[in-house]
């Protein structure tokens, strides 16, 4: 088990707060990780893979417009991606990410590229990650990534 998701758990436990997830890049492994910690029922409410475009805009409410003018892969859609499941499963917090994973480049972004973005009440905090790797170690990378800071984030 995480240590930094045992620590969001039981922050989050603490305050009576509650969390949502949308992942692209990470596949569900960012939610697998919260939910290995016992207790994580008290917080998560929920997460959705948007592994598509089509997902994203069907599912996140994430505009066509804003991903034809941003990319699939950017700040923007990442926090789109946040609004939207935070709206949608009505919680506290949420994590969303975005980014490619490899062997290469997709449309023009290079493998390792990850967007995070985490939205709650009084934040909006996006960070942009140069991973270097295969996609498992890009993948992992993002999850350690968006726990980290999320634990900053719930501790300051």
């Known amino acids: 088990m995480n240590t930094l998701s045992s620590a969001i758990v039981e922050s989050l436990k603490l305050k009576g707060e509650t969390l949502s997830i949308a992942e692209s890049i990470t596949g569900g492994a960012l939610t697998s990780e919260i939910v290995s910690v016992p207790g994580a029922s008290h917080i998560l409410k929920g997460s959705i893979v948007a592994y598509s475009v089509e997902i994203k805009m069907r599912e996140l409410s994430v505009p066509q417009e804003l991903i034809d003018r941003a990319g699939v892969v950017s700040e923007e859609v990442a926090l789109a ?76």
């Open 81 to 156: 991606m946040a609004d939207g499941i935070r709206a949608r499963m009505n919680t506290t917090w949420s994590i969303a990410s975005t980014g490619v994973a490899g062997p290469g480049p997709h449309h023009g972004i290079a493998a390792g590229t990850v967007w995070l973005a985490i939205v709650g009440p009084d934040t909006r905090e996006t960070v942009k990650l140069a991973l270097e790797g295969d996609r498992e170690t890009v993948r992992r990378g993002a999850v350690e990534s968006a726990l980290g800071v999320f634990t900053r984030i719930l501790s300051a």
